[in-house]
């Protein structure tokens, strides 16, 4: 098949030489394969992404502009037999001249590509990841050291959060300086022990595709006005919707799944380095699944849990698990996810909205969630058994801990969870459950 080139300078296809079937993919906008595309559910002319949103912009309204349509009914999705087909087509880029690809991995190459040597910028991500181990790897080993942790907890269709530190147990209300509020099924994720770094991580309108599903913000504090404010980074590849985000070691960031369902990002894991702001994908889940949950443990393994499967639309109780080595970038990018057969499986109900959190060097602690019903119940699951046992203390309340905080505080001992719907805060310690703080009054 003959190759299309691609204009990278303004993040949009170029075609060079296409068959003929490529004509049905060129956005009747700008006249380049379409990018995002969208589908004019009269005529099925289809659209880039950007360009509808230009059209939105300039105009306030939609109106297909292919003269014999001109429908203002809106796009949707492209058919996904039609998706098939575009994922199977073979991209060149004109500035390497050699790298040829699928639709989908040309997206990637081309967000990194500069042209001047054939695969250079691609590489670059990951070179930053070995160049920062390095360093680290250089210094004097040191034990992590702080005398009280802070917890964040958004506040959902708001613009606030909450301050919890572990030590006084106050809590704080601030409000974060953004035109709206933070997206719907955005997650929250909070980095580091000792200097913590807050983002805000996709969401948005489900029915639509809008940036905020590709965004990832950092809560930061603006010294000169004393107010807090959402500072962009650098953007995901896939769009996420009821996803789940976790922290490996002390400066990464692990998303994974969607509910979403486009370029495959239910199946999908990127993996966000904090000091050199660059992302990189990891491998893709075996069931692509939306309101899991994840965590890692030892800092060398990635665990889902749970959620919805966007096949089926049912729960799951599966748990997948992927290795990752920091020191390794080339080799963890290698790495399959592996879907654990756990010994007694039956004994987690599939559910969705799990909090979980390691909580010793074997095992990770699950707690809570939804089946038909809140839970009250605490599992653990233990790495080198892989087998689940249902804990002596559970809580005396049901909680849904999606999209807050299940965190462990090392210097306790101890583990934090949030319920969603209440905002009480509970602590986890010696084995029993105490409801520590009703964080919102």
């Excluded at 296409?18 to 009747?28: M, R």
């Excluded at 030590?167 to 953004?178: D, G, L, P, W, Y």
Aim: one cysteine or more; aromatic letters at 10%; charged letters at 25%.
């Amino acid at each position: 098949m003959d190759s299309i080139g691609i204009d990278v300078q303004s993040s949009q296809f170029m075609p060079t030489e296409l068959p003929d079937i490529i004509d049905h993919f060129i956005c009747k906008l700008c006249k380049q394969v379409v990018y995002q595309p969208k589908e004019c559910p009269k005529c099925s002319n289809l659209y880039c992404f950007d360009c509808v949103n230009i059209q939105l912009s300039d105009k306030g309204k939609w109106q297909c502009p292919y003269p014999e349509c001109k429908a203002a009914d809106g796009v949707v999705e492209i058919h996904r037999t039609v998706k098939e087909i575009l994922e199977k087509l073979v991209f060149s880029c004109p500035k390497c001249n050699t790298v040829k690809r699928t639709y989908i991995e040309i997206n990637k190459h081309s967000a990194l590509c500069d042209g001047e040597d054939n695969g250079r910028m691609e590489t670059e991500a990951i070179e930053s990841f070995k160049e920062a181990e390095k360093k680290q790897l250089a210094e004097a080993p040191v034990q992590v050291q702080y005398t009280e942790m802070n917890i964040y907890i958004m506040e959902k269709d708001s613009k606030k959060f909450y301050l919890y530190n572990s030590r006084t147990q106050a809590v704080s209300i601030h409000e974060v300086n953004c035109p709206s509020n933070f997206p719907h099924n955005f997650q929250a994720i909070q980095v580091g022990l000792v200097q913590t770094k807050v983002y805000i991580v996709g969401g948005g309108d489900f029915n639509q595709v809008p940036e905020s599903m590709f965004q990832l913000s950092q809560i930061v504090l603006n010294n000169s006005t004393n107010k807090y404010q959402l500072e962009a980074r650098e953007k995901m590849k896939f769009a996420r919707h009821g996803h789940s985000c976790c922290s490996l070691g002390e400066k990464f960031i692990v998303v994974t799944g969607s509910r979403k369902d486009t370029d495959r990002a239910p199946y999908r894991t990127e993996l966000y380095n904090t000091e050199t702001n660059k992302w990189i994908e990891l491998a893709q889940f075996n069931q692509g699944r939306h309101y899991h949950s994840s965590c890692s443990l030892q800092s060398k393994f990635i665990f889902v849990f749970c959620g919805i499967s966007n096949e089926t639309k049912k729960y799951l109780n599966t748990i997948e698990r992927l290795e990752f080595n920091a020191a390794d970038i080339q080799s963890s990018l290698r790495q399959r996810w592996e879907q654990i057969v756990v010994n007694n499986q039956n004994l987690l109900v599939p559910r969705q909205g799990s909090g979980v959190c390691q909580i010793s060097n074997d095992e990770i602690l699950i707690v809570g969630g939804f089946h038909g019903n809140f839970s009250n119940e605490t599992f653990f699951f233990n790495n080198q058994t892989k087998s689940i046992r249902k804990a002596y203390n559970e809580l005396k309340d049901s909680i849904f801990p999606f999209q807050v905080p299940t965190i462990a505080d090392p210097l306790n001992q101890s583990v934090y969870t949030v319920d969603w719907q209440t905002y009480k805060l509970y602590e986890f310690k010696n084995d029993k459950w105490q409801l520590k703080k009703k964080i919102k009054p």
